[in-house]
């Protein structure tokens, strides 16, 4: 089962992403996306271990195709962190949670250092 919350309209996107009080790990993905779905448990691993300091939230790029434009999602799996509301890195493709942790500069970000 996913820690993640999903934000498949603009207005939930608003909510659950730009109005988050702690980092959020956006994973840009699609239900046909093979290598969308191999990337999920990787991005639970780190929202687990990172326990409350960080939220993940699932955005279907073809139910939610205005959030996907707006930033620029030409590709799929596209991982993205919002901080304070604003996209600060992304990481594009399918990689294990070190690579993607590393991608994000998680350990910046969430002044944390990666296990």
């Known amino acids: ?3 993640a919350v999903t934000a498949d309209d603009p ?3 608003a909510v659950e992403v730009m109005a988050s009080e702690v980092p959020v790990i ?3 993905w699609a239900p046909w996306c093979g ?3 191999m990337v999920a448990p990787e991005l639970d691993k780190i ?3 990172k326990g409350g300091s960080v939220k993940l939230v699932k955005v279907d790029v073809d139910k ?5 434009r707006q930033y620029q ?3 799929i799996p596209s991982i993205g962190l919002f901080v304070d509301g604003k996209l600060t890195e992304m990481t594009v493709g399918a990689k294990p949670a070190r690579a993607i942790e590393e991608g994000l ?3 910046v970000h969430l002044k944390t250092p990666i296990k």
């Not at 939610?64 to 996907?68: S, V």
């Open 1 to 3: 089962m996913s820690v």
């Open 11 to 13: 207005s939930t996107f």
């Open 26 to 28: 956006v994973d840009f």
């Open 35 to 37: 290598p969308c779905r």
């Open 47 to 49: 929202a687990l271990e």
């Open 64 to 68: 939610n195709t205005e959030i996907a």
């Open 73 to 75: 999602v030409f590709s």
């Open 105 to 107: 500069k998680l350990s």
